[in-house]
């Protein structure tokens, strides 16, 4: 009797951990379909089976392999969960082996090189764990409308046999995968399609490769700006002919410093046009490389409207520059009372007209300059300058200045005045219209600090006021021609042409230098500008 009731107890015992277990599993189960039910991600997917089958079955590494079909084109990608440190090669053992098997199921033939890989967990070149090996392994397909698309695999260093009911529950995690798989592949067809349509009616050409640097989008804009209509497209052919354009050499170019650039280019098949190109790679929120993207804008008709722009401001000013001395030698002259002697009234309406005429010559000066940069034409008169002796007496200019608007004027030079080969006239030009702009935005009360420096191998001269700054917006156009910052009260807005800076940038960059600006609205402006200290070198 006794007897009995242990046996019963014990078949008790038996069925309560076995629905336990048959419990857990089910929440395991309703874990995974509740979270991959919210991702469109493939490696989400399959890296929050593994971890949660990691929870029912023993392994030692679980690696999936899927071959992702998206319109006509394939992608193998496979992830790895190692749920602590694994030899190197017993994780390359099972790379292989999955891959192998996979091969055999679906007829494809797919290398290690075609595989994108996810790895999460940590591999050891330890030689104590590259003695042992795998004892136990099964693999389970992944279908989707009956074609084999993928393997799941679980394998372990422990010389154990996996249940019929770890077998069973397997399966079912790799019809979830299936059904995943089917359903993600849908949903990213129908958006490429999309994304497909709207990039073929652009106006502006598109040109992107993925991180694999294979070309994946090259729309009918950009054959028809490239003049690209005939050849077959591929990467290398493609990078081929931008290095013919001197455009880029190569896709790691691009890569390695992560940087947009713009470059124009000129081309004359099957027509004269000038293109604009701008690109970059593109990360995901991780950071991660997803590729590298190229727009292009035929720019032709607005480089002939500035060309027609230039041209009629330098004909104009010259123009102007005849006449504007002839009225300035006049009104001299009346002021001088050599036309006999004036009353106090027309001695001040002249003294307006002289103040005018002064702030038209320095306008035409101005326009001239910029004509001048924009056509390659500024001439530099250079001469070996004792750079801490020109910073002394540009600032002296503004002395009295900010004394009277009660502005602390402060100067910060290298111990040892470099001596630079220069054009003085020049860069004291940029140094003045600098400070003279920090003071138009300085309000009373304020201090404008002028710091030169030596940095590698340039001599770089900052310009830092305690000022209203410069909105964000405003910022990237500050060196454009003509531009004033919006958004200004009256009392700050520049009275001027808007063409000191970008005389500043011509200047500069004719010294091989290069200038920029860093401000935020409220905390004042900081404006630089770097020359090579071997001009030879510049």
């Not at 099964?138 to 698309?149: E, I, L, N, S």
Request: contains cysteine.
């Amino acid at each position: 009797m006794n007897s009995n009731i242990d046996t019963l107890k014990e078949e008790v015992a038996q069925l309560s951990r076995e629905l336990k277990q048959r419990n857990f599993e089910l929440s395991i189960l309703y874990d995974i379909s509740n979270g991959i039910s919210y991702t469109l991600s493939y490696d989400d997917v399959l890296q929050l089976i593994m971890a949660s089958l990691n929870k029912i079955i023993d392994y030692d590494i679980c690696v999936s392999l899927i071959i992702l079909e998206l319109e006509e084109e394939k992608k193998a990608r496979m992830v790895i969960h190692i749920p602590h440190a694994l030899s190197r090669k017993i994780v390359e053992e099972v790379k292989a082996r999955v891959i192998r098997a996979l091969n055999g199921l679906s007829g494809e033939q797919i290398s290690e090189e075609d595989v994108a890989i996810d790895l999460k967990g940590k591999i050891s070149d330890d030689d104590f764990l590259s003695d042992n090996s795998i004892k136990s392994s099964f693999d389970v397909p992944v279908f989707v409308r009956d074609k084999a698309v993928g393997i799941l695999n679980v394998s372990t260093l422990k010389n154990i046999s996996y249940s019929e009911d770890e077998i069973k529950l397997f399966y079912t995690l790799s019809s979830q995968a299936s059904a995943t798989v089917e359903r993600l592949q849908a949903v990213l067809n129908a958006e490429r399609n999309k994304m497909k349509v709207m990039v073929e009616g652009m106006s502006e050409g598109v040109i992107m490769f993925d991180e694999n640097d294979r070309l994946i989008i090259f729309n009918s804009a950009a054959r028809s700006m490239l003049g690209y209509l005939t050849g077959e497209l591929n990467t290398n052919s493609l990078l081929n002919f931008f290095s013919e354009l001197g455009l880029i050499n190569s896709l790691e170019d691009i890569k390695k410093d992560k940087k947009s650039f713009s470059k124009e280019i000129n081309l004359d098949k099957p027509y004269a046009r000038i293109v604009r190109i701008e690109g970059g790679c593109f990360l995901n929120d991780e950071g991660k490389d997803l590729g590298i993207a190229l727009v292009l804008r035929d720019v032709t008709r607005e480089r002939e409207i500035d060309r027609m722009k230039d041209d009629f401001i330098s004909l104009v000013s010259h123009e102007l520059r005849t006449p504007l001395a002839a009225i300035k030698g006049a009104t001299d002259n009346l002021l001088d009372g050599i036309a006999g002697r004036l009353n106090t009234t027309q001695n001040e309406c002249l003294m307006i007209t002289q103040r005018n005429i002064d702030r038209l010559g320095r306008l035409i000066s101005d326009l001239l300059d910029v004509s001048r940069i924009e056509a390659g034409k500024i001439q530099l008169n250079k001469e070996k300058t004792n750079m801490n002796n020109l910073i002394n007496d540009t600032l002296k200019l503004f002395q009295q200045p900010a004394k009277d608007k009660n502005i602390k004027l402060e100067v910060s030079l290298p111990p040892e005045p470099p001596q630079l080969n220069v054009d003085p006239d020049k860069i004291t030009q940029v140094i003045t219209n600098l400070i003279g702009n920090a003071m138009k935005f300085t309000p009373s009360g304020g201090s404008i600090t002028l710091a030169a420096y030596i940095f590698e191998s340039s001599l770089q001269v900052d310009v830092v006021d305690t000022g209203i700054g410069i909105p964000q917006k405003d910022l990237d156009r500050v060196f454009d021609k003509f531009y004033q910052v919006s958004g200004l009260d009256n009392k700050m807005k520049a009275k001027g042409t808007g063409l000191g800076l970008p005389i500043c940038k011509g200047i500069v960059e004719k010294h091989g230098g290069k200038i920029w600006a860093e401000s935020e609205p409220g905390q004042g402006s900081k404006f630089s500008f770097v020359l090579p200290l071997n001009q030879k070198e510049a």
